[in-house]
């Protein structure tokens, strides 16, 4: 199975709960329908940056192991309209204004502790946005980045056997399985369901 439709299966699996799903579960792409997105190098570290704090190099590789934000831009392209796409881009700039104002430097030169924070505000802006969002307008741009972070990670090889516990080829089924608070969730190959 290729990634496409693993990040298919894992759509239809949540319900299509993804920015950008309508498109993306017909099958389509919007790659010849618009202007792709092209993102400056910085951006791409800019975006490495935003989905390594949200997901930090633990005991297992954080979201920049796995390369997250030329898969991000993979996404936007793929599978976004041009409104979403817009909001995206110009999210990146108002995240690094904002860390600018809040700091005093970029993202990419702000420490740690401050990257967590302003990251912790947008996401309460965000949550507020869509509490208030009227049908038919985009969502927050830091909604999508983080959609897109967790979607990425844990479809990426890495996500799956190293953050998630694997199992190649599963045994029967056994509906009590023991669970310690703490262990990390199941991820079982597509196709081997049944």
């Given at each position: 199975m290729n990634r496409r439709d693993a990040i298919k299966r894992?759509?239809?699996l949540m319900g299509g709960a993804i920015i950008g799903s309508e498109t993306f579960l017909r099958g389509e792409t919007l790659a010849g329908k618009s202007a792709?997105?092209?993102?400056?190098?910085?951006?791409?570290?800019?975006l490495?940056?935003?989905?390594?704090?949200?997901?930090?190099?633990?005991?297992?590789?954080?979201?920049?192991?796995v390369g997250i934000g030329a898969f991000m831009q993979m996404m936007v392209n793929d599978c976004y309209d041009e409104a979403h796409q817009s909001v995206f881009k110009a999210g990146l700039a108002q995240l690094d204004a904002d860390c600018r104002q809040s700091c005093g430097r970029t993202f990419l030169e702000a420490t740690a502790a401050e990257r967590t924070a302003l990251l912790n505000r947008l996401d309460a802006e965000a949550r507020e946005h869509q509490s208030r969002k009227a049908s038919g307008t985009p969502v927050h741009y830091f909604r999508m980045l983080k959609?897109?972070?967790?979607?990425g990670y844990f479809t990426s090889e890495i996500g799956c056997t190293r953050a998630l516990r694997y199992v190649e080829v599963p045994g029967s089924y056994n509906g009590n399985a023991?669970?310690?608070?703490?262990d990390r969730a199941w991820f079982v190959p597509a196709g081997r369901l049944l």
């Open positions: 894992l759509s239809l792709p997105l092209e993102l400056s190098g910085e951006e791409l570290s800019l490495d940056e935003i989905g390594e704090t949200i997901i930090p190099t633990t005991s297992t590789p954080g979201a920049k192991a959609q897109l972070t967790l979607l023991p669970y310690q608070k703490g």
